[in-house]
């Protein structure tokens, strides 16, 4: 049999491709939220992998075309519940040829209004799938099962994915929870690679099965997203069993944050973001800051705050300076600190900052207006590692303290500093630039106060990758971050006192 030239099959997958961008699920009227998802997106290529499947030679050539599309296919395209059933039956077939598209899947995202049937309904009881007649009628939605069994498939047919993204942005039946804990469960035995967790709901849906899947999955997650919902008890006592959790990211509600920290002695990274519209003074975040020092004594990145509003609000966080000294006391592994919009943190932390995290890399406190580095210098500085300094809006600052930095932090590549900061005498502001530009930093524009430096970041992924190894190897040996973060706190009188501190509000 003669083959077809080599140019032939790039033409055949060119005509395959399908320039239809922002394409909206015909069969059912979508409201607007869910019809935003798919805006932008392209649908599935389901016809370039089914093309790559006639042989070796077009699956090279298919390689090209198909690129990133197995990482998160079903985040990057827009599809229907029968385009799902289509791909999973491609999937089964390469596996079953060897070529194991299914093995590629990294992340699995998961759309629950695909577990839904819309109809348009109308006072004689007429239901229309057809989004025709939309304006005559009411939106009626009942749950659908089928979707249980194509996604069940497709976990079936995934050998190895490592995170799982379920996204609530629709009005959700709360009859319907039921059903979700199930298909939950029934997934469960094809997750266990999975590492990473994350999930968002809209503030009118506060999920009531999410602890199902949690508590499934407890054993092996490392990382847990959790966007703009309120965990329930049940949700909260399925977090506190994943005792191998090392990033922890919450959005909207943080006030039950404290009570889990004591079963979180792995955790290397804790984001939390305010809901700034809500004005929710949210938890007490003093007392928070403290017991993080306590228990989570080997963090390393720690986020407040991470979208700077540049004004302060009742719902961003404002940890005291007492508290925040106390706390780099304590987490001297500390690579990355992200403290935005705070009113409270002066140069008492700075200097704490300065002499206790060794390791410190990124330090972002733009728009805290106490942070002047007043007497600062280079000695008080032990930042051998760091790499980026942003101090934007922190009208303050004095010139001074960012010519320490850039003579103390020899690997130093970013500084973002505020306008204020050059309105400086001359001299003062020469010195400055004399030292960022000594340190191979450049200017970035004449009205953006960005110093940069334009190196390659592989080394940075690499000393990274190096320290998760020792880590696994200290895990693996036994050895129990808790009981060690609960001698201390017994050995440090100091703890005691800046306990009482908290519960009587003096900081």
């Known amino acids: 049999m003669s083959r077809l030239p080599p140019e032939l099959i790039i033409q055949v997958f060119q005509n395959l491709l399908v320039p ?9 009227p979508m409201p607007l939220d869910i019809q935003a998802a798919d805006v932008g997106k392209l649908p599935l290529p389901l016809d370039i992998i089914a093309a790559s499947l006639v042989c070796h030679e077009w699956q090279a050539v298919a390689e090209h075309f198909l690129g990133t599309t197995f990482n998160d296919p079903l ?13 999973v039956r491609l999937l089964e077939t390469s596996r079953d040829l060897g070529i194991g598209y299914g093995d590629r899947i990294d992340i699995v995202t998961i759309y629950l209004h695909h577990f839904r049937n819309a109809y348009w309904a109308f006072g004689d009881g007429r239901k229309y799938p057809d989004a025709l007649v939309a304006g005559a009628g009411l939106i009626v939605f009942t749950y659908r099962p089928e979707a249980e069994e194509v996604f069940f498939n ?11 993204n379920i996204f609530q942005i629709c009005d959700w039946d709360p009859h319907w929870e039921q059903h979700l804990s199930r298909f939950y469960t029934h997934i469960s ?14 503030k009118s849906n506060n999920p009531k099965n999410l602890h199902t899947l949690i508590a499934l999955l407890s054993s092996h997650l490392r990382h847990i997203t959790l966007n703009s919902l309120i965990p329930t008890p049940p949700t909260l006592a399925a977090l506190a069993s994943c005792h191998n959790l090392k990033s922890y990211h919450h959005t909207h509600d943080h006030n039950s944050i404290a009570q889990l920290l004591p079963a979180w002695p792995r955790l290397r990274s804790l984001t939390l973001s305010p809901d700034i519209q809500l004005h929710d003074p949210g938890p007490d975040i003093h007392s928070l800051i403290v017991q993080l020092a306590i228990f989570c004594p080997r963090l390393k990145n720690l986020v407040l705050n991470p979208f700077p509003c540049n004004f302060v609000t009742d719902a961003t966080f404002q940890p005291s300076e007492l508290a925040m000294s106390f706390f780099v006391s304590r ?6 600190l992200v403290l935005a919009d705070n009113t409270m943190v002066g140069d008492t932390f700075l200097r704490a900052l300065g002499r206790e995290a060794t390791y410190l890399r990124r330090l972002d406190i733009r728009d805290c207006p106490a942070v002047r580095g007043e007497g600062i210098g280079a000695d008080d500085l032990q930042w051998p590692e760091l790499r980026s300094l942003v101090v934007d809006t922190c009208h303050a600052l004095r010139p001074e303290f960012v010519e320490a930095v850039a003579t103390a932090c020899h690997k130093l590549r970013e500084v973002m500093i505020s306008e204020e900061v050059e309105i ?6 020469k010195r400055m630039r004399a030292e960022l530009t000594g340190r191979g930093l450049m200017r970035q524009g004449l009205e953006n106060y960005i110093w940069y430096l334009n190196e390659d970041e592989s080394e940075d992924q690499d000393e990274e990758d190096e320290e998760e190894e020792k880590e696994k190897d200290m895990y693996d040996e036994g050895f129990d971050d808790k009981e ?24």
Request: net charge positive; with cysteine; hydrophobic share 40%.
């Open 484 to 507: 060690d973060a609960l001698a201390a706190w017994e050995q440090m009188k100091g703890i005691l006192d800046c306990v009482q501190w908290v519960r009587s509000g003096m900081i």
């Open 331 to 336: 987490c001297r592994n500390l690579t990355s």
């Open 20 to 28: 239809v961008k922002g394409r909206v699920l015909k069969a059912t």
């Open 75 to 87: 985040q990057q395209y827009c599809y229907e519940l029968s385009d799902i059933e289509r791909f």
């Open 189 to 202: 035995p094809h997750c266990h690679t999975i590492t990473t967790l994350e999930y968002l709901a809209t």
């Open 424 to 429: 400086a005498p001359d001299e003062v502001i």
């Open 154 to 164: 497709l976990f079936a047919v995934c050998s190895r994915p490592r995170k799982l």
